[in-house]
């Protein structure tokens, strides 16, 4: 096997082990928490619902591992094509519900009565249209992926507006065509990024200003607003890594349009892949340490199996 395989290999594996079981966690504490309760609070369906779809990213991780070592025959045309459209419908997805959260956090903080307040309950109350939108948009703009992709590269029909993406081939038939292909999937990303990250900043604000209140009136027995601290940080935590990871992944995508001809290394796409997915790999392991409700159900599950 050549080293540049094996090592593609490797970080695909990697993605692999920490994303698969850990986003199977998440959606297997939000199920018993389901069963026991017979309801979620939209937040925590919100949540569920990203761990759903951050699981369907790391399917390409374990097919991409699959297919490095040579351990499956995947990628044919019908593969490709599935393959590329499932992981980017859900790639975006996943950024959108991430929005999503954050939208839904910061109007949680609005006072009772309030306008925003009213949003809040408009939007708890239809979260499932809101799935259902969210699903079509994505899937739609997602189509390209079905009409350019295959498996094998033709030699006697030279790839020019194309993409390599190891195992397959993204073709375009021309160059306008890949421009606007890409230029609408990078707002597609950008527009929810600036959105979330405006979301955060609002509720770091208030987070901040009710640790100080809440200093304020503790000062005098020593306390602090240890919750509230905590809960910035993981917010914080989130978004830096949200923007990072996704900001170097359409870096990449934006460098890829650029290039006139497509590149005889996968290399760019391989990056890409793996930058968008190590969100998917590491966020269940944030939520997990930071979501009392996961945490709780995790532990009595393993103890109720180990006194089994």
């Not at 993605?15 to 959606?27: C, K, M």
């Not at 997805?93 to 309950?121: D, E, H, K, M, N």
């Not at 990056?271 to 996961?294: D, E, G, H, Q």
């Amino acid at each position: 096997m050549p080293s540049e395989e094996l090592v593609r290999g490797v970080l695909y594996l990697s993605l692999t082990v920490v994303g698969v079981p850990g986003n199977a966690s998440v959606i297997l504490a939000f199920l018993l928490l389901l069963y026991q309760e017979n309801r979620l609070l939209p937040a925590d369906a919100i949540v569920l619902h990203l761990a759903c779809v951050n699981l369907l990213v790391m399917v390409r991780c374990l097919l991409e591992t699959l297919a490095s070592f040579s351990l499956a025959i995947i990628f044919g045309d019908l593969g490709c094509k599935s393959v590329i459209f499932v992981y980017r419908t859900s790639r975006s997805l996943s950024i959108w519900i991430t929005f999503l959260l954050s939208a839904y956090q910061c109007l949680s903080i609005t006072p009772p009565g309030s306008r925003w307040a009213s949003v809040r309950t408009l939007l708890a109350r239809y979260l499932g249209f809101v799935f259902l939108f969210l699903w079509v948009l994505n899937t739609c703009m997602t189509s390209a992926a079905i009409l350019f992709s295959f498996g094998t590269k033709n030699e006697s029909s030279p790839i020019i507006h194309g993409i390599n993406i190891q195992f397959c081939f993204v073709n375009f038939p021309s160059k306008l065509s890949k421009e606007a292909n890409g230029i609408a999937q990078v707002v597609r990303d950008v527009v929810p990024m600036a959105l979330m990250t405006l979301a955060s900043l609002i509720l770091l604000v208030f987070l901040y200003k009710h640790s100080h209140q809440v200093k304020g009136l503790r000062s005098s027995s020593g306390g602090g607003g240890g919750a509230e601290q905590r809960a910035a940080k993981v917010v914080v935590a989130l978004v830096s890594l949200y923007v990072v990871l996704y900001g170097v992944d359409n870096g990449l995508w934006v460098y890829t349009l650029t290039v006139s001809k497509t590149m005889p290394s996968s290399l760019i796409s391989d990056l890409r892949i793996f930058f968008s997915s190590l969100y998917a790999a590491l966020s269940p392991v944030v939520i997990i340490a930071s979501n009392r409700k996961v945490n709780g159900r995790l532990k009595c599950n393993s103890a109720g199996e180990a006194s089994s």
